[in-house]
């Protein structure tokens, strides 16, 4: 009877590591189906507000994980606008005032373009993979989907800007279904869904996601993906100041 206690105990002592190895790998392995090594997409953003809405065109170029470039192809007044991450600063070019504008650490929490969508959501500064430890804390369904539930929680020399993250990423798969992003307080501050899957150059993927802020009535920012390919040619050089002034 001892021996088969201590040997249940030690498979309990064993599997712990093993279960959080195991969530840290199932959010890298979404993570790299989501954007791989290198992408090109067409997207439309759609912003909804109590007050007013509108809808944004832009292509984006990315080389994980740390280069991006978004160019803002319509409404024709923001048409040429182009942001531009380089691993953890990033810029504005706004061709109305013909300058390049640094954004400073203070405003990654602010507004990109009136989304719900923040500087750092753009250019994820944070590593979902690196900056947190993962816990797989239950399972549930979403449309159809058996996911996993994994709870995200800042490592503490991560100069990450949430609490807590909350991911459904489903078993048949690897999909990003759901992220739920959490304050230091623990409060629910907003949510992002995925829906919609679509064979994207070969690999099966949301093509609608939802950004729907806690709290807010009426505010929500959609997420349509026309184009996504991957491995794209191009390298670090793209990824310039010089290069958001001629990009198209």
Do not use: C
């Not at 807010?216 to 191009?234: A, C, D, H, I, S």
């Amino acid at each position: 009877m001892r021996d088969a206690f201590i040997h249940v105990v030690a498979l309990v002592v064993l599997a712990a590591p093993l279960r959080a190895q195991d969530a840290k790998e199932i959010v890298n392995r979404a993570n790299n189906l989501m954007h791989g090594a290198s992408t090109y997409s067409e997207i439309s953003m759609s912003i909804t507000k109590p007050e007013w809405s509108r809808t944004i065109e832009m292509k984006v170029w990315a080389l994980e994980p740390d280069y991006a470039l978004v160019y803002v192809t319509a409404p024709a007044r923001d048409r040429g606008t182009v942001t531009l991450k380089r691993k953890s600063e990033a810029w504005n070019w706004l061709p109305s005032v013909q300058r390049v504008i640094k954004i400073p650490p203070s405003m990654m929490l602010q507004s990109w373009m009136g989304s719900d969508f923040t500087n750092d959501d753009l250019v994820r500064q944070s590593s979902l993979v690196d900056d947190y430890t993962h816990a797989i804390t239950g399972e549930g369904e979403i449309e159809g989907h058996r996911t996993w539930k994994i709870e995200l929680i800042p490592k503490p020399e991560a100069g990450v800007v949430w609490g807590k993250l909350v991911m459904w990423i489903s078993q048949d798969g690897y999909l990003e279904l759901r992220t739920d992003y959490f304050d230091e307080d623990g409060v629910l501050v907003k949510s992002f869904t995925g829906s919609n899957i679509k064979l994207f150059d070969g690999r099966r993927l949301p093509a609608h996601w939802e950004m729907v802020p806690a709290n807010e009535p009426g505010k929500k920012t959609v997420l349509e993906y026309r184009q996504l390919r991957f491995n794209e040619k191009f390298d670090q050089s793209y990824f310039s100041e010089q290069n958001m002034k001629r990009v198209r």
